[in-house]
């Protein structure tokens, strides 16, 4: 059974660390916002590192909160974080590639859409957490900053593509609109919740992902 405080922690330390960043965020602030005792963090977690490695274990792994986790959690709990971390947005750089230079024209403008979105989605808080703390976050923030770079170059790739294919309109200048796709599946895939200057705790990935995609459909569709 889930340990309530530990989920209750997540999300907490996680604003906390987006938006105050890591150097900042004292043990007391996430007991305050957490509503839990800095005494009872204590039992929880040995020190606001291990909480930090927490966080973005949870992240790249949704099933690890569900687990037996042996309590205290330790720094020492999470020694292949790094590895972790390089092997996740790695892999999501090659599956987001696969369809570049095959010559299957069935995936859609839609879908590469869809796929953008889920994957800012998905790991959105880890990804914001690495931006936001660049210094303390060392080698991690380095492989997120190579694979942001990829990603990016390869949606450009897929809007010249789905140009040359007939998919979507011409376009004056592509690039730009490739940081635009990404940038705005990014604001309401991730900023919306955690850093907007009007966060929305409340809205639903589902309805965000519908108003994004719908939007940038209109946009560029034939």
Not at 174 to 184: G, Q
Request: aromatic letters at 14%; one cysteine or more.
């Amino acid at each position: 059974m889930v340990d309530i405080r530990l989920r209750k922690i997540f999300e907490e330390a996680s604003k906390l660390f987006i938006n105050k960043g890591y150097a900042r965020t004292q043990i007391s602030y996430i007991a305050k916002a957490s509503g839990i005792s800095v005494g009872a963090i204590y039992t929880l977690f040995t020190s606001k590192k291990a909480i930090f490695d927490f966080v973005l274990k949870c992240v790249i792994d949704s099933n690890y909160i569900e687990g037996d986790i042996e309590l205290p959690v330790k720094e020492s709990d999470f020694i292949t974080l790094e590895d972790d971390i390089l092997e996740l947005c790695q892999g999501n750089n090659q599956d987001f590639q696969k369809h570049l230079n095959d010559n299957d024209d069935s995936y859609s403008f839609e879908q590469m859409l869809s796929d953008v979105f889920d994957i800012l989605s998905k790991y959105g808080v880890g990804f914001l957490i690495l931006q936001n703390n660049g210094t303390d976050c060392g080698v991690p923030y380095t492989n997120y900053v190579d694979f942001r770079k990829l990603f990016c170059e390869d949606v450009k790739k897929y809007v010249f593509k789905f140009m040359k294919q007939g998919k979507l309109r011409k376009l004056e200048y592509p690039e730009h609109h490739a940081r635009l796709i990404v940038e705005t599946l990014s604001w309401w895939g991730m900023h919306i919740k955690y850093d907007a200057f009007e966060t929305n705790q409340t809205i639903s990935q589902e309805i965000s992902k519908k108003v994004a995609v719908d939007a940038l459909l209109h946009s560029y569709s034939m």
